[in-house]
């Protein structure tokens, strides 16, 4: 297991990059403790998979050093790295059985025979492959085939780190949960330090403690799902994470005090706010509610979410989202919101005002 430390990393598919165009993957620095499970999250293209290669060793850094336990490997080997990665289709051996695929690794290594056995039948059992061993592995689902890719990264004891690239693109729905739930059962139980990336936010919410959101090259928030959730730092992470996203409306700054359609609102950061640049208050439908004074707004849709309502209002012009749970009167035309000051931001240019960028 490793230490993962990213310094001033960059890289281009170029071979002579000179503007900031020029780089698929901005600079950016991170650390990541050994033992945790962690994701990147972001939509397709936005250098996800260019920072895996790059910590694999697929990848030579154009700029910057990649360190596993202190060491620079920022040009050394994938098998010098001692890395497993699972791709997002699984790659394994058709005409071998599941024994002979998990136990593959450690043959090429040079294992003893019964420490090979004790490996596989323990990473087996883990992995709810027993029964499937002596089978050929061509005849398994699309989900028994991802868990072998998984297992031979496992059955390894000198893996420093497992890297997950969309693993579950191709599982069929119903057993995404399952094979999610298992992925963070592993992980618990091995305390492996794991990367994850996928576009999906609700696998990157279950499975990592830490998760990196990444747009156009660069690292826009790394934090835990719930400051992801309640402290988003730019409007883009308030968009991309949350079922509905986050209400972003434009508002004013005047003498510390954020002000919507004119009318004062109250929020944790306006104080800090230069009042520059485009100027915008960010608030969860989670944290606004219906109240008997505060912004007019007029109910244009509503839509049943099962556990909740999903409600459309429509004020100075912008749609403002709010949930309502089951049972919850549901206003009709005419009505005033409230915003949670301690879940209200506003943001410059996209960023929280007063954040670090």
């Given at each position: 297991?490793?230490e993962?430390?990213?310094e001033?990393?960059?890289?281009?598919?170029?071979a002579?990059?000179?503007?900031?165009?020029?780089?698929a993957?901005?600079?950016?620095?991170l650390?990541?403790q050994?033992?945790?499970?962690y994701?990147?999250?972001g939509?397709s293209?936005?250098?996800?998979?260019?920072?895996?290669?790059?910590?694999?060793?697929?990848l030579t850094?154009?700029?910057?050093t990649i360190?596993?336990n202190g060491?620079?490997?920022s040009?050394?080997s994938?098998?010098?790295?001692?890395?497993?990665?699972?791709?997002?289709?699984p790659?394994?051996?058709d005409t071998?059985?599941?024994?002979?695929?998990?136990?593959?690794p450690?043959r090429?290594r040079?294992v003893?025979?019964?420490?090979?056995?004790?490996?596989?039948?323990?990473?087996a059992e883990m992995?709810?492959?027993?029964?499937?061993?002596?089978k050929?592995?061509s005849g398994?689902?699309a989900?028994g085939?991802?868990?072998i890719s998984?297992?031979r990264?496992?059955?390894?004891?000198?893996?420093?780190?497992?890297?997950?690239?969309e693993p579950?693109t191709?599982?069929?729905?119903?057993l995404?949960w399952?094979?999610?739930?298992?992925?963070?059962?592993?992980?618990l139980k091995t305390?492996?330090t794991?990367i994850?990336?996928?576009?999906?936010?609700t696998e990157a919410?279950?499975?990592?403690?830490?998760?990196?959101?990444?747009n156009l090259?660069?690292?826009?928030q790394?934090?835990?799902?719930v400051?992801?959730f309640e402290?988003?730092?730019?409007?883009?992470?308030?968009?991309?994470?949350?079922?509905?996203?986050?209400n972003?409306?434009p508002?004013?700054?005047?003498?510390?005090?954020?002000?919507y359609g004119?009318?004062?609102?109250?929020?944790g950061n306006a104080?800090?706010?230069?009042?520059?640049?485009?100027?915008?208050?960010?608030v969860?439908?989670?944290?606004v509610?219906v109240?008997?004074s505060?912004?007019?707004?007029?109910?244009?849709?509503?839509?049943?979410?099962?556990r909740?309502?999903?409600v459309?209002?429509?004020?100075?012009?912008?749609?403002?989202?709010?949930?309502?749970?089951e049972?919850?009167?549901?206003?009709e035309?005419?009505t005033?919101l409230a915003f949670?000051?301690?879940h209200?931001?506003v943001y410059?240019?996209?960023?929280?005002?007063g954040?670090r960028?």
């Amino acid at each position: 297991m490793a230490e993962i430390r990213i310094e001033n990393l960059r890289h281009s598919y170029m071979a002579n990059p000179r503007g900031e165009d020029d780089y698929a993957l901005k600079r950016l620095s991170l650390t990541w403790q050994d033992g945790g499970a962690y994701a990147l999250l972001g939509p397709s293209g936005c250098g996800k998979t260019t920072l895996l290669n790059l910590i694999s060793g697929l990848l030579t850094p154009t700029v910057g050093t990649i360190s596993f336990n202190g060491r620079d490997v920022s040009r050394a080997s994938p098998e010098e790295r001692n890395i497993a990665q699972v791709f997002q289709f699984p790659v394994i051996y058709d005409t071998m059985t599941v024994y002979d695929n998990l136990a593959f690794p450690l043959r090429n290594r040079g294992v003893p025979e019964p420490d090979i056995k004790s490996r596989v039948g323990e990473i087996a059992e883990m992995l709810e492959l027993t029964k499937t061993l002596s089978k050929r592995a061509s005849g398994l689902t699309a989900d028994g085939k991802q868990k072998i890719s998984l297992g031979r990264g496992l059955v390894r004891s000198d893996v420093n780190v497992i890297m997950f690239d969309e693993p579950l693109t191709v599982i069929d729905p119903h057993l995404k949960w399952q094979l999610r739930s298992k992925l963070k059962e592993l992980h618990l139980k091995t305390k492996r330090t794991m990367i994850y990336v996928t576009h999906d936010q609700t696998e990157a919410l279950t499975f990592a403690d830490q998760v990196v959101v990444m747009n156009l090259g660069e690292v826009v928030q790394s934090g835990t799902p719930v400051e992801l959730f309640e402290k988003p730092q730019h409007t883009f992470v308030g968009h991309f994470i949350g079922s509905p996203g986050m209400n972003v409306l434009p508002c004013e700054v005047r003498g510390g005090q954020a002000l919507y359609g004119g009318q004062a609102v109250a929020t944790g950061n306006a104080p800090a706010a230069s009042g520059k640049g485009r100027v915008e208050l960010g608030v969860r439908p989670e944290f606004v509610s219906v109240a008997a004074s505060g912004i007019p707004a007029d109910v244009v849709r509503v839509s049943d979410a099962g556990r909740y309502r999903i409600v459309e209002a429509r004020s100075h012009g912008h749609t403002i989202k709010l949930l309502l749970k089951e049972g919850d009167r549901v206003p009709e035309g005419k009505t005033f919101l409230a915003f949670d000051p301690s879940h209200t931001q506003v943001y410059e240019d996209g960023w929280m005002a007063g954040s670090r960028r």
